[in-house]
Nanobody, 129 residues
């Protein structure tokens, strides 16, 4: 199970970015995906979560609710994180992660990084004027 995160970059406050998390060498459909971020000097924090298969269940951290949207396109083996109205405090390295167990039951603790055992390499988001 290998994940690749991409789509980060530089954006001004109020701007938007779309991050992608691609499954490499395996079918992403069957796995839950979490997005996390880590800013310099801060702990890694959960940003969003999407359930496996149809992705009907999603969760968001309070600071991003109403601004970020997680979705999945199983035909493209990709999970997206659409980030709108970005703020300077959103600047961080963003990671996608999964629990390699099929029928994962981590949803109630989706925001805990220790529930995930496979991580992408991270993509940096910079928000500055």
């Amino acid at each position: 199970v290998q994940l690749q995160a991409c789509g980060g970059g530089f954006v001004q406050p109020g701007g938007c970015l779309r991050l992608s998390c691609v499954g490499v060498g395996f079918t992403l459909d069957y796995y839950v995906i979490g997005w996390f971020r880590q800013a310099p000097g801060k702990e890694r924090e959960g940003v969003s979560y999407i359930s496996a298969m149809s992705g009907l269940r999603t969760h968001y951290a309070d600071p991003v609710k109403g601004r970020f949207t997680i979705s999945r396109d199983n035909a493209k083996n990709t999970v997206y994180l659409q980030m709108n109205n970005l703020k300077p405090e959103d600047a961080a390295v963003y990671y996608c992660a999964t629990d390699r167990r099929l029928h994962s039951n981590i949803e109630s603790n989706w925001y805990r990084s220790d529930e995930y055992d496979s991580w992408g390499q991270g993509t940096e988001v910079t928000v500055s004027s």
